[in-house]
């Protein structure tokens, strides 16, 4: 599961914080892998004119998505207040978070599942006759 993650910049830099404490945090070693993306613009109608640092996550399975927020939340709360929210993008569907709220979390799980989910069904060959092009050529 490829997940794409944005800070909401209170403070400059705190991408580079949550980029960090990411990468050192236990219950993720062997699960993620992440990497710094570097910058894109704001997205349309943004409050913010500056440019968005994106971390990006590769996850070895959905499983570890539980651990990945629970691990967002923990550098939320470490955050001076009010917390910065943190947005996640999988497969073009988007999700803040900015609660600590366990009933939230999971909500917020099972979304990204789903995205997770539909992408895969929607990359799988399909051997129907209607389907126009080469199942082999799918990478």
């Not at 219950?27 to 409050?47: C, I, K, N, R």
């Not at 651990?67 to 917390?83: D, G």
């Amino acid at each position: 599961m490829e997940l794409a993650l944005t800070v909401d910049e209170v403070v400059g830099g705190e991408a580079e914080a949550l980029l960090r404490w990411l990468r050192e945090e236990s219950d993720l070693h062997g699960q993620a892998s992440v990497s710094f993306s570097g910058t894109q613009p704001p997205p349309p109608g943004g409050m913010g004119g500056s440019a968005l640092e994106i971390v990006n996550v590769v996850l070895s399975n959905s499983i570890a998505l539980g651990s990945l927020l629970t691990t967002l939340v923990a550098w939320r709360s470490s955050r001076p207040s009010p917390p910065p929210a943190v947005r996640i993008e999988v497969n073009g569907v988007p999700v803040t978070v900015n609660t600590d709220d366990p009933e939230g979390i999971r909500l917020l799980i099972d979304t990204l599942r789903a995205a997770d989910a539909d992408s895969a069904s929607s990359q799988e060959p399909d051997s129907s006759p209607s389907a126009g092009g080469d199942p082999s050529s799918d990478t």
